[in-house]
T-cell receptor
Framework: GAVVSQHPSRVICKSGTSVKIECRSL??????MFWYRQFPKKSLMLMAT?????????EQGVEKDKFLINHASLTLSTLTVTSAHPEDSSFYIC???????????????FGPGTRLTVL | AQTVTQSQPEMSVQEAETVTLSCTYD???????LFWYKQPPSRQMILVIR??????QNATENRFSVNFQKAAKSFSLKISDSQLGDTAMYFC????????????FGIGTKLQVIP
């Protein structure tokens, strides 16, 4: 199946700094990628849809200026947490759709996630 | 809008036994897809099984099968011959067949397989 990578897998930063998380589709192209946030023992909350070559679409309640998304190529989307604070500490997961042979829909392939800890 | 409801926060099962995880959903779409994802302690989301809503036959993948009741909007997952490696969070999810590819997740069921 298609592979999605994320980098870094873990990051610890000081409050007030910015952190960039990369999401790459390794063996397929993705014009759309999705960013999720997952709190401990909770479900995945969709934050935004990353669109190659255009602005990201944010879900209601997600601060656009706090979570900057850039989808500069067909295989790379980045999420930058700006001026991070302890409440931004979470597990961030990206996904990218790819259509398996014979299927009529785009299956989501998930990255392994990035654990962000803001001190 | 789609909603997915999982009413069992935690479940446990003895190794080699069978367990069923419940899921109900609501959608206004005429065509959609349903999924069960597994998230082990590594946190990597793994697709367990998928069901296309227009197909009446229940999907099966080795020890995993679903009971898809379209009229009742129910989509339960049965795990047979449970193994220790099945210990994980299980998320039920839905996807509209339309152009927008957002997946809606339930809150998850934590499954513990007991040796």
């Amino acid at each position: 199946g298609a592979v999605v990578s994320q980098h870094p897998s873990r990051v610890i930063c000081k409050s007030g700094t910015s952190v960039k998380i990369e999401c790459r589709s390794l063996d397929f192209q993705a014009t759309t990628m999705f960013w999720y946030r997952q709190f401990p023992k909770k479900s995945l909350m969709l934050m935004a849809t990353s669109n190659e070559g255009s602005k990201a679409t944010y879900e209601q309640g997600v601060e656009k200026d706090k979570f900057l998304i850039n989808h500069a190529s067909l295989t790379l989307s980045t999420l930058t947490v700006t001026s991070a604070h302890p409440e931004d500490s979470s597990f961030y997961i990206c996904s990218a759709p790819s259509r398996p042979g014979g299927f009529t829909y785009n299956e989501q392939f998930f990255g392994p996630g990035t654990r962000l800890t803001v001190l | 809008a789609q909603t997915v409801t999982q009413s069992q926060p935690e479940m446990s099962v003895q190794e080699a036994e069978t367990v069923t995880l419940s899921c109900t959903y609501d959608t206004s779409e005429s065509n959609y897809y349903l999924f069960w994802y597994k998230q082990p302690p590594s946190r990597q989301m793994i697709l367990v099984i998928r069901q296309e809503a227009y197909k009446q036959q229940n999907a099966t993948e080795n020890r995993f099968s679903v009971n898809f009741q379209k009229a009742a909007k129910s989509f339960s997952l049965k795990i047979s011959d449970s193994q220790l490696g099945d210990t994980a969070m299980y998320f039920c999810a839905s996807l509209s067949a339309g152009g927008y590819q957002k997946v809606t997740f339930g809150i998850g069921t934590k499954l513990q397989v007991i040796p």
